[in-house]
């Protein structure tokens, strides 16, 4: 990289959030002010609304039924590309979080693991089944069978700290299985999550699969809550908040799980595995008689 | 499209429809949940007498044994409430003795034919052997299907041997026995159902089995086969009879198969004009069973005449 | 050849389902053995209700008194879950083989004295005694016997993680399969270590606390499985117990909800089997005379009494007419009545409150322009009793076509496509289970893919098995029963 020209005036970049494949700012053109660690302004980030959260719902759940049909090899593979492509471009995501004030040595870690993280998921994309379903034996002369499918959309709230290594580990087993997410990025530290947005347009994942919002937890997470065409949402979150999302889920019989991870524990690899995974499938039991 | 045996397969069964397995398995298993008891009990077992074709279909019959057999056609036991059977069932040979005996006595002299129970040899044999059973006396004739051309999908020429054999019957019923056992699928004894009866004459039947091979008349393809009948009686109007035959040996087993004429077929088949039982040991049977009701003591087999276990 | 099949003109000549042979009574005579006044069972004990106060429980077929059932207060439901607290440490510490040996006794246990249970649960429920007999008590004590076989095996449960008790787990089942449900609750429970509380049914208590005989006779050690009795109170008392560790509802959407909302502030673990409002879907290729009776099946099963019931049929256009004349005939020797004779297929409903609403909405389908039709029955005089009925002429929009009406009552709707037939199946908050009958293997794959329901069942219907999961998708609820994915939800998974 050569040096900058002297005098020359940078171009700041205009944040905006990710949803259906398109940057947009938020409908209600609201924004608010991000700055970075030593207090400097950075930049202004859509505030969104609920009726963006409607919109990205609407927006994830025309992606849903393709995203779903797709081999999970393919969903492997599509995975596996993002992770390469958050490798090559670490760089950028390591100093936008060491802007926010992470440690250095803690954003390179919490890319690392990032990373290997959607490895990780991309290779269960085709591989869960054989564990969470099965073939029943039951005592008449029927073929039953256990699979499980994709819940729908997804609302994902992702934690403050680590907000990207947070989002990045709440996101990928849930569209590892096929369902559809709307995200709402650490309500602090947005802008790597934006970042990741702009690594999943060039990605192979397809526009509307992952929606990213940005704006404040208060005004959204009521949404989350009961919004009925999400069927699931995974939260990073505090108390009060979890009785509200409990609360709203009631009404639509919401499937709701939280990620109890804190701190450090998003860095080990007891942060993924299966559980998650299972989390947001149903399970759909088929019987068929067995005749001539 | 030209016929072919494959789309005379696909197109008769397309016009017929398919049968489930299980499905028809789980339906009947019903039928043999339900109790029947006291007065009802005894409606049903003498009802059943009087459906049975008392039949002997062996290499050694004799025409005095064919006697013995019209007396308890005649009178199956000594109760002279008990009715008489609907029919005695024998080979051609023995029409004549067997006319002799039960002639103008209402209970009717059937005789298989048509190169039973195989029915391997030519056409025009087993059309000759109708015409002699019949001038020789037979009310009713009881013919098998050809299974080799069925199976290879000449659904025509089965069907047109059918209408053959109608003909040479003249006056007397016919029987058009598929041999469920050797077309295996219920799909396949439905479909035969179908070429049989349409070609068949309001009050001919359409019957199981043989006896001769291992596996006859079950409540599944009896079902099956009165579903076919029920089906083409609501299309067409014309009322085929169902004769199962074989296997059914107790009156247990009798009463579970009135029990599904009565819940598919409904009233109209519960006479010996459209249901019959091809069966030798279950008479007894269900004579043990009147009796029983009647004294309320289990009766010893070697109380009935003709008893094959008299231990 | 006269076709069966491509007729619409309808019959020529009907069929007669007379009398010509009709059935003796043939009333199940085995003594229920039935306790004028059953008391809370408590610490392995039968105890007075700290309430003071009872109820009765009434037989619906006949509105005659059965007994008197303790009415548990909050302070009984407290002392239940005491006992199971007190007895979680020694259960959960038990090696696996031997828990299941409890498991295998009580399986063994309830089969013989299964016809006593099934006349108990017949008198209580209103159900034909066809069906407890051949149902119900024997899938309960399947139950058993299959999650028994799990108790030392549970290593394999889940991959890569140690399954290990929740604690004590809060339980309330329906009055649809009391046993049944009951068993459903507790084996799987007991299997991985978790003590019990459970509230029957307000109207069908009885069958669980003869079931507590057999604990007793099994001795199960005291306090492992507790039954409270009582109604809405007493269900919310034991759902919202602070120390429960999971809760486990089987019930109406409506309850359902209320009860997340309930729990809204806690952490608790929560298995919702909800409401359904199954699609039955029949193409034209169908067998259609297993079809007919899976539709039977489906909807008039326990009077259609059951949460997966198939009350709304889905029939392609081209045999349309064709199904329903053969259902129409099917349901003339359905025989409603005496719950308790051997030949009855359609028992009574089970109490005057949903007798009123199956009635209601009956009414509201009729009102909004849907044609009724009942087969002629007589029904008896005393007791809560409804024709099977048939509703042709129902939209998307109807009543009948939307609200669970959890009774003999099948809204009958037609498609011509098969995406046509997808969109109207999953045209529900519901998810429960959904059944397709059609000869094309591909189809059935396919179909099975896009209907959203937990449970679909192909060319058959309401089929159960304790290694099949059950359990709903969307507001039918979530978690499953039945099978390794069942028992996972009792688990903590370290």
């Known amino acids: 990289m050569s040096p900058p020209s002297p005098g020359r005036i940078p171009v700041t970049k205009t944040p905006k959030v990710y949803v259906g494949g398109a940057f947009v700012r938020s409908e209600s053109a609201r924004t608010f002010k991000v700055s970075d660690a030593t207090g400097a302004f950075f930049a202004n980030i859509p505030q969104c609304t609920r009726k963006d959260l409607r919109n990205a719902v609407e927006a994830a759940a025309k992606a849903g039924p393709g995203w779903a049909r797709r081999s999970p090899y393919n969903r492997a593979q599509i995975l596996y590309r993002l992770a390469e492509m958050l490798e090559a471009r670490s760089g950028e995501l390591v100093t936008s979080l060491v802007r926010f004030g992470a440690r250095e040595a803690d954003a390179a870690r919490g890319m690392a693991v990032g990373v290997d993280r959607l490895i990780h998921y991309a290779g269960w994309a085709d591989k869960y089944e054989q564990l969470l379903g099965s073939v029943n034996p039951v005592a008449s002369a029927h073929f039953n069978f256990t699979v499980t499918e994709p819940m729908g959309v997804v609302g994902v709230i992702a934690p403050d700290s680590p907000p990207l290594l947070g989002l990045l580990s709440m996101l990928a087993p849930v569209i590892a299985s096929g369902n559809t997410v709307v995200a709402l990025a650490s309500e602090k530290v947005p802008y790597p999550a934006i970042l990741l947005g702009e690594m999943l347009a060039t990605s192979d994942l397809p526009g509307g699969v992952v929606n990213i919002l940005t704006g404040f937890r208060r005004e959204l997470v009521p949404t989350f809550a009961t919004h009925a065409h999400l069927r699931a949402v995974y939260a990073a979150a505090g108390a009060d908040e979890r009785k509200a999302l409990r609360l709203g889920a009631a009404a639509s019989v919401k499937r709701v799980r939280f990620a109890d991870w804190s701190g450090k524990e998003w860095f080990s690899d007891s942060a993924q595995g299966l559980g998650p995974i299972r989390d947001f499938v149903e399970l759909k039991t088929t019987w068929h008689p067995i005749g001539s | 499209m030209p016929q072919t045996p494959h789309t005379a397969h696909a197109r008769l069964l397309d016009e017929v429809g398919s049968v489930d397995q299980v499905g028809v398995e789980e339906r009947v298993a019903k039928f043999a949940t339900r109790s029947i008891k006291k007065a009802s009990k005894v409606w049903g077992l003498r009802t059943a007498v009087s459906m049975t074709d008392l039949t002997t279909l062996e290499g050694k019959d004799t025409p005095g044994k064919i006697e013995s057999l019209c007396r308890k056609a005649l009178r199956p036991h000594d109760d002279p409430d008990i009715p008489t059977v609907a029919a005695v069932c024998v080979y051609p040979s023995m029409v004549r003795h067997a006319k002799a005996h039960v002639g103008g006595s209402g209970v009717k002299v059937a005789s298989v034919a048509t190169a039973f129970p195989s029915g391997q040899t030519h056409y025009r044999t087993r059309l000759s052997e109708v015409r002699g059973a019949v001038a020789d006396g037979a009310d009713e004739v009881d013919m098998v299907i050809n299974r080799g051309a069925f199976l290879s999908g000449e659904y025509s020429r ?50 199981t089995s043989t006896g001769k091979t291992a596996l006859n008349a079950t409540l599944a393809n009896n079902q099956v086969m009165i579903e076919a009948i029920r089906d083409f009686f609501l299309d067409t109007g014309i009322a085929i009879g169902m004769k199962p035959a074989g296997g059914i040996k107790t009156a247990k087993q009798a009463l579970q198969f009135l029990i599904a004429v009565k819940e598919t077929l409904g009233d109209a088949w519960l006479t010996r004009r459209r249901y019959r039982f091809g069966a030798s040991s279950l008479l007894n049977d269900l004579l043990r069973q009147i009796e029983k009701e009647k004294t309320g003591a289990y009766q010893a087999p070697y109380y009935f005449s003709d008893a094959a276990e008299s231990y | 050849m006269p076709s069966a099949r491509k007729t619409s003109s309808g019959p020529r000549s009907g069929l007669i389902f007379g009398d010509l042979w009709e059935f003796d009574p043939a009333p199940e005579t085995a003594d229920p053995k039935l306790k004028a006044r059953y008391d809370l069972f408590i610490g392995g004990r039968f105890v007075r209700p700290r309430s003071g106060r009872t109820f009765d429980s009434i037989n619906p077929a006949n509105e005659a008194k059965l007994a008197e059932i303790a009415l548990a207060g909050p302070a009984d439901v407290d002392a239940a879950y005491r006992s199971a607290a007190d007895a979680f440490k020694a259960w959960a510490a038990l090696p696996g083989r031997e828990r299941g040996k409890y498991l295998y006794r009580i399986a063994r246990l309830l089969q013989d004295r299964a016809r006593e249970f099934a006349v108990a649960e017949t008198l209580d429920g209103g159900k034909p005694i066809r069906e407890s007999r051949d149902f119900d008590v024997p899938m309960a004590a399947a139950h058993f016997f299959y999650h028994a076989g799990w108790a030392d095996k549970l290593e394999y449960v889940a991959p890569g993680r140690i399954a290990r008790p929740l604690g004590v787990v809060g339980q309330v089942i329906p ?50 499985v507790n039954f409270v009795t009582g109604a809405g109170e007493t269900g919310a008392a034991v759902m919202g117990h602070p120390s429960a560790a999971k809760v486990a509802f089987t019930g109406s959407t409506e309850v359902g ?35 007919v009776e899976g539709i039977v099946n489906g909807i008039f099963f326990n009077q259609g009494h059951v949460c997966c019931a198939g009350s709304r049929l889905l029939v392609h256009e081209p045999v349309a007419g064709q199904v329903i004349s053969k259902l129409r005939n099917r349901i003339r020797v359905l025989r409603v009545g005496d719950p ?8 009574a409903i089970n109490s005057r ?142």
């Open chain 2, 158 to 207: 089965v069907q047109d041997e059918i209408a053959g054999v109608v003909e040479a019957c003249g006056p007397a019923a016919l029987k058009v026995i598929l041999e469920v056992s050797e077309l295996e699928t219920f799909d396949n004894i439905r479909m035969a159902s179908f070429l049989a009866m349409g070609v068949l004459r309001p009050g001919d039947f359409i019957k």
């Open chain 3, 340 to 347: 308790l004779d051997k030949n009855t297929d359609l028992g």
């Open chain 3, 353 to 494: 409150e949903q007798l009123g609403r199956i009635r209601r909405l009956v009414a509201s389908g009729v009102r909004e322009g849907a044609l009724m039709y009942q087969p002629p029955c007589r029904l008896p005089e005393r007791g809560y009793y409804f024709p099977p009925t048939l509703f042709t002429r129902v939209t998307q929009s109807h009543r009948i076509a939307r609200e669970e009406i959890f009774g003999p009552v099948l809204s009958i709707l037609t498609f011509r496509t098969v995406d046509e037939a997808i969109e109207k199946a999953n045209n529900t908050p519901y998810g429960l289970s959904a059944g397709v009958w059609t000869d094309k293997g591909s189809r059935i794959l396919r179909m099975s893919t896009e209907l959203k329901a937990g449970v679909v069942w192909a060319n058959t219907f309401n089929k159960f098995d304790p290694s099949s999961p059950f359990g709903g998708y969307r507001e039918s609820g979530f978690g499953r029963e039945g099978g390794r994915q069942g028992l996972l939800d009792y688990a903590h998974l370290a």
């Open chain 3, 257 to 291: 909800k209320a009860i997340m909302r309930q729990l809204a502030g806690t952490d608790r673990k929560m298995t919702m089997e909800l409401g359904g409002k199954a699609a039955n879907i029949v193409f034209d290729d169908a067998p259609i005379d297993q079809a």
């Open chain 3, 175 to 224: 009055w649809n399969f009391p046993l049944l449900m009951l068993a459903w609750k507790l084996a799987p429970a007991l299997a991985m270590g978790n003590c019990v509380v459970l509230k029957p049914a307000e109207t069908t208590s009885i069958t669980a606390l003869k079931f507590a005989e057999i604990l007793q006779d099994a001795e199960l050690p005291a306090g492992v």
